[in-house]
């Protein structure tokens, strides 16, 4: 082989590699200089919390740390109650909620993605020999623990109706919701499957039962206010997508 060739093939093979570093490089040039977004995340372990160095976790927000930067947009993750997130995505002080798309206040102000990135089951749990909660016709003339800020796809609206014979019992914190119903304070504790494992692991509850009343669903939730909105919520969509036929979404049990 003659030392022109030999030369040719080396320079080709250094103009790839070198092309594919530029590439590299520009790419994270593009993504310093993207648009950065607001996500709300609200205290909902094992979906959502934070860590003890004040850094966010869950399995949501590791569908962020992927889908976000995979569809071109730097972002940062702000902690908030149910009730503010809503408000704040409203409002536009945050861009982006990955969550539950069901609450009131979403309605005409925000952009829904179709894809549902993930179900959230939530239960009924109670103990000794009590009727299974299936509907929300069973809670009328029973004492409900419920939690704070919680909209329970909705059911909150019947619990707190006065027609419908429901007593309310409010809590503020997952601790005080399950020892509530650890001391028979309350006839059923409403909460989601996530949180009630993980505080089960603190305060543990023997013959608990518990039967499943829906799974809900969340999606990408946009804020109208965000700077090009649609767009966003398209590419989210397109990267989302692309992490599924890549096989690395959802997470491996």
Known sequence: MSVAIVMKKRLSTFLIGYMAVASMFASAGDLAKAQEIAVGYIEFPPVFSTNEEGNPEGLLIDLAKMVIPKAGYRWAAHSRPTKRMANDIVNGDLDLWIGLSTLPEFENTTYIGKPVVA????????????????????????????????SYGGWINYIQSPINNVTECRSFTQSQAVNMLKFNRCDYLLNYSGPMKNK???????ALKHNRISSLEARFVVSKKTKH???LLKA?????N?????GHWPPQQ
């Open 200 to 206: 089960l692991k603190e305060i543990p509850i023997k």
């Open 119 to 150: 179900t959230i089951e939530l239960n009924a749990y109670w103990l000794g020999d009590k009727q299974p909660i299936r509907r929300k016709e069973d809670l009328s003339g029973k004492r409900i623990i419920t939690l704070h800020g919680y």
């Open 229 to 231: 909105a649609q767009q």
């Open 236 to 240: 989210l969509v397109t990267a989302y």
């Open 242 to 246: 692309e992490l599924l036929s890549e």
